[in-house]
């Protein structure tokens, strides 16, 4: 058995600066090299074998994720996991029409994670539900691409980035941004220095989801819904709290912040960084709430604006969801430079403007390969891919930062050093931590 620590003896450690990471205080989230696999294993991934996978969460983003790797010729499906049956069986047949053979079907992933000849898995699951598959999964060998963001609390997060610090796993977040054109092109035109000194990063998304308000009611047949709730606290079934709505409650997801904030403020701070390694503010205030539906049941806010202060290089990024942006795309990041100039960048395209709004010229960056591909390149090469999960986790952290100084009602501080809120404040909410509902428990590796 590996060997795990308290959250108490995991908080303490990380308070005296030996982070739970295990890396230097002054270094956190540092961009380590994988650790070397047994020979085995290398055998295993030799060239022109298959990366075999499983896939964990087959509603949402798992069938996305799933069907762009099908379309990789060194992988193949083996088997398929979900809580609700009803969404295994039309990717099973798709599966077994490409590879001849019919995958194997789980409702409870560890299940999945027992087979040898697994190598890998795509964790697509409500973000309640990602940090006991991803530790699970980094214990039994197996290298993750995980959906977005990383973790429900800042708690999860520490301790997912030690377990695959822990057991050198190859983890990729869904974060594809990072590997688009339009972003790697603004993001290399602001590192380099061309915009000067930036001064505001601006990110945004609108936000226009609404969920009514339903009844209690028995879950469908199809799905157990106790395995769904999982380890966040139980609440009677409503259709409208569960698939894809899941995100606008609190108890199971993170709101817009964790959900497009994770994308966008991301950018801002791979802008501002020189590496993987990202700045994190030392400062976080937020205002909103439900103000455009007050009525609806969902209870993530509908209307946010955080302002993030930051030391080193300084700055100020803000956060806004709202209902709408005008003059603006639905959603994007900007750079400010202190003469006015700026970079705006969105899916689909990015501009240089000067303090005028006058378009100014641009230069496109080399492209790199996609970021499923990045991922399978990392697996056999045992490098970090492009959004690994110690550089990811920052971003997260930042989202969760958000939602609790909004929740707390008070400014919320960070040590980045010591991987920690400073102070009380924040960490009383459930973006920082909460108990797990039993039998489960969340396991904390020391590194």
């Known amino acids: 058995m590996s060997e795990r620590i308290s959250r108490r003896q995991f908080c303490g450690k990380a308070g005296q600066g030996a982070t739970a990471l295990g890396v230097a205080a002054s270094s956190a989230f540092a961009w380590l090299p994988a650790r070397a696999e047994p020979a085995e294993g290398r055998k295993r991934r030799m060239h022109n074998d298959k990366i075999t996978l499983g896939v964990i969460g087959c509603g949402g983003m798992g069938p996305v994720n799933m069907y762009t790797l099908m379309g990789k010729p060194e992988v193949e499906i083996a088997a398929l996991c ?160 569960v698939h894809a709505n899941w995100r606008w409650f609190l108890n199971y997801g993170s709101g817009m912040t964790g959900d497009w904030g994770v994308h966008m403020i991301d950018i801002g701070l791979l802008g501002l960084s020189s590496g993987p390694d990202l700045v994190m503010p030392v400062e976080v205030a937020s205002l909103g709430g439900k103000l455009a539906y007050p009525a609806d049941e969902r209870t993530a806010p509908d209307t946010m604006v955080s302002i993030l202060k930051f030391k080193n290089p300084d700055f100020v990024l803000q956060w806004e969801t709202g209902r709408d942006h005008p003059g603006r795309p639905y959603h994007g990041t900007e750079f400010v430079g202190a003469d006015g100039r700026s970079v705006m960048v969105w899916r689909g395209g990015w501009v240089v403007r000067d303090r005028e709004g006058r378009e100014l010229p641009r230069e496109e960056a080399p492209g790199v390969n996609d970021h499923w591909q990045n991922w399978l390149d990392c697996i056999r090469s045992r490098t970090q891919p492009r959004a690994n999960l110690s550089s990811v986790a920052q971003s997260t952290i930042v989202c969760h930062l958000a939602n609790a100084a909004l929740l707390a009602g008070e400014t919320v501080r960070w040590d980045k050093a010591k991987n920690d809120i400073v102070g009380r404040a924040g960490k009383n909410t459930q973006s920082y931590y909460r108990e797990y509902r039993k039998p489960w428990s969340l396991p904390i590796h020391k590194v």
């Not at 999945?112 to 697994?118: F, P, S, V, Y």
């Not at 977040?173 to 972003?183: I, L």
Request: charged letters at 25%.
């Open 82 to 241: 979900d809580v609700d049956a009803a969404h295994l069986h039309p990717h099973a047949a798709n599966i077994a029409k490409k590879y001849g053979k019919k995958p194997a079907l789980y409702t409870d992933f560890r299940k999945l994670l027992e087979r040898k000849d697994i190598q890998a898995v795509i964790i697509s699951t409500p973000d309640h539900w990602h940090a006991l598959p991803v530790i699970y999964a980094c214990e039994a060998g197996k290298d993750i691409y995980c959906e977005k963001p990383v973790s429900h609390d800042i708690t999860e997060a520490l301790a997912m980035d030690a377990a695959v610090r822990k057991f050198g796993r190859i983890v990729q977040v869904g974060t594809w941004q990072r590997s688009r054109p339009e972003f790697v092109s603004a993001l290399a035109y602001v590192r380099s220095g061309k915009l000067g000194k930036v001064t505001t990063v601006r990110a945004w998304k609108t936000d226009e989801a609404q969920v009514g308000r339903d009844q209690i009611t028995l879950p469908p047949s199809s799905l157990d819904y106790n395995l769904w709730v999982g380890p966040a606290a139980f609440e009677p079934y409503k259709p409208n709290h």
